[in-house]
């Protein structure tokens, strides 16, 4: 079984109901060269003063560098690309947050990555089936091929039971070009594949999270007060500058977090709690 592919101009239902049944999808060249171009300049010098992955599942011939928003314009601009956001907002809920933003440059000789799923993170909590926590992006900053380490997944494995003994000879590989995007969701088995060249494959990769659980990169210490000051709103709301919930992340005397960089945006009091109870009926494992 091979991955679906799309098109720029798909819609968010189109990709939402191939991530429902496969897991995974490709979106090709959703973006243009010249915004990867910009990314690869921006992130540059980060990924060659990055360390290697301490251990085989980080990958210890390859480069993980983070904090893109502080990094990175290009990456903001991913970050905030309508056509994730909105497959995100339609896979998760409407209340999402950045839950990592990170390149992932495998270098030459490096292995395949244990298969996993990336809701693991969540310390291993049985969602249920039918609910999705997250929501994935790997852009390719580079060309994805199978050689050179594209990521791989295993189509339709949302609902296998949690296993860490998948092998790579059940994936399939998301060969993508330079400026296309994998979408994948939290409960489909995946892993970065081995580099068998002598050129290095970079992913930008940036997922998103419901906004009631704790995000796995800090994204209150990876960006400076300083940068953070410069974002707009949206930007700094879905960063988790916002309340996750009625009251969920409000700062001392029941302040929106957001005045505390924007102090022009912050807006007052905490909404109507009877509304939103009502609006949002149906947060149980079985809806
Ligand atoms: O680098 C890749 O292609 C995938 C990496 C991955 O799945 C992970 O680190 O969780
Ligand atoms: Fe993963």
């Not at 979106?27 to 060269?33: A, I, K, M, R, Y």
């Not at 997922?207 to 800090?218: D, I, K, P």
């Not at 879905?238 to 996750?244: A, F, P, Q, V």
């Not at 009251?247 to 302040?255: E, F, I, P, Q, T």
């Amino acid at each position: 079984m091979e991955l679906e592919r799309l098109s720029a101009n798909a819609t968010a239902d189109q990709v939402v109901d191939i991530l429902r049944t496969d897991g995974a999808v490709i979106v090709e060249n959703l973006v243009s060269d010249e915004l990867i171009d910009q990314a690869n300049r921006e992130l540059a010098p980060y990924i060659e003063a990055t360390g290697m992955g301490p251990d085989d599942f980080t990958g210890r011939q390859t480069a993980r560098t983070g904090a893109l928003i502080e990094r990175s314009p290009a990456c903001r601009e991913l970050t905030m690309n309508p056509l994730v956001l909105a497959t995100a907002q339609e896979l998760v809920g409407n209340k999402i947050q950045i839950h990592l933003t990170q390149t992932i440059a495998i270098g030459p000789g490096q292995g395949a990555q244990p298969v996993h799923r990336d809701q693991w993170a969540f310390d291993f909590f049985p969602f249920p089936d039918d609910f999705h926590v997250q929501c994935n992006t790997i852009w390719a900053l580079t060309d994805f091929t199978e050689a050179n380490g594209a990521t791989r997944v295993m189509p339709g494995s949302q609902e296998l039971p949690n296993d860490f003994g998948h092998s790579i000879d059940e994936t399939v590989c998301a060969e993508m070009s330079k400026g296309s995007v994998l979408l994948y969701t939290g409960k489909v088995y995946h892993s970065g594949g081995a580099n068998q060249t002598d050129e290095v494959r970079i992913a930008g990769n940036i997922t998103y999270c419901a906004s009631w659980v704790r995000q796995e990169e800090n994204q209150y210490l990876s960006c400076s007060r300083e940068v953070a000051a410069t974002l707009p709103e949206d930007l700094l709301r879905l960063m988790g500058y916002s309340r996750g919930a009625y009251a969920l992340g409000y700062v001392d005397d029941l302040r929106d977090p957001i005045e505390v960089v924007r102090p022009d945006l912050g807006t007052r009091g905490l909404g109507d709690v009877t509304a939103q109870v009502r609006a949002t009926p149906t947060h149980s494992a079985t809806s």
